[in-house]
């Protein structure tokens, strides 16, 4: 009998949003159950929301390949959920700093932004906002790191690093793209 695939649910914490905004936006969204370079090397876009676990190396290697060959990734995490994210990050110059912080860590938390909404766009006759459920600061330590979107006493909760031809988007909101952001009333 055939399911729903998983994470395609209505419920908060599915992902039905934003399946159906990339379907309306000309996109075939994807779920990868084991990891494919194939497969990724032939997207256009990969999203990754709060992996459990990091990227392998090789992993991590056809990443950089397919950003460098115009690609686009999105990377969702909050700094309680960015740990097995952040090697992959690092390496094209973004972070999430992390929270919480190992006993002894001198480092100060991170301060969370919880739900808000905030101006990300201004034409001059209107101006389009972002929301975000549960917001966290990022970091964009590459030269080229541009910051898109600011929260509270202007930290970035999004940027972008372009990579070759391509770009990595860092949303420190792991909740982003879920029902209870997207399709909350």
């Given at each position: 009998r055939d399911r729903p695939v998983e994470?395609?649910?209505?419920?908060d914490d599915g992902l039905a949003g934003?399946?159906?905004?990339?379907?309306r936006n000309g996109?075939?969204?994807?779920?990868?159950?084991?990891w494919s370079d194939e497969q990724v090397q032939r997207a256009g876009m990969l999203i990754s929301m709060?992996?459990?676990?990091?990227?392998?190396?090789?992993?991590?290697?056809?990443?950089?390949?397919?950003?460098?060959n115009g690609g686009?990734?999105?990377?969702?995490?909050g700094a309680n959920h960015a740990?097995?994210?952040?090697?992959?990050l690092n390496d094209f110059g973004l972070s999430v700093p992390l929270?919480?912080?190992?006993?002894?860590?001198?480092g100060s938390e991170p301060r969370p932004m919880g739900f808000f909404r905030t101006p990300y766009l201004d034409t001059g006759k209107y101006r389009v906002h972002v929301a975000f459920y549960a917001g966290w600061p990022v970091l964009g330590t590459a030269?080229?790191?541009?910051?898109?979107?600011?929260?509270?006493n202007d930290s970035a909760v999004i940027v972008r690093a372009r990579v070759g031809k391509g770009k990595l988007i860092l949303i420190g909101d792991t909740c982003f793209a879920m029902n209870k952001n997207l399709e909350a009333r």
């Open positions: 994470g395609h649910r209505r419920g934003l399946v159906l905004t990339l379907l996109g075939l969204p994807i779920v990868m159950r084991q709060a992996p459990s676990r990091p990227f392998s190396g090789p992993q991590r290697a056809a990443v950089r390949r397919f950003l460098e686009v990734m999105l990377c969702m995490a740990g097995p994210i952040q090697p992959l929270s919480p912080l190992p006993p002894g860590d001198p030269q080229d790191a541009e910051a898109l979107v600011h929260g509270f």
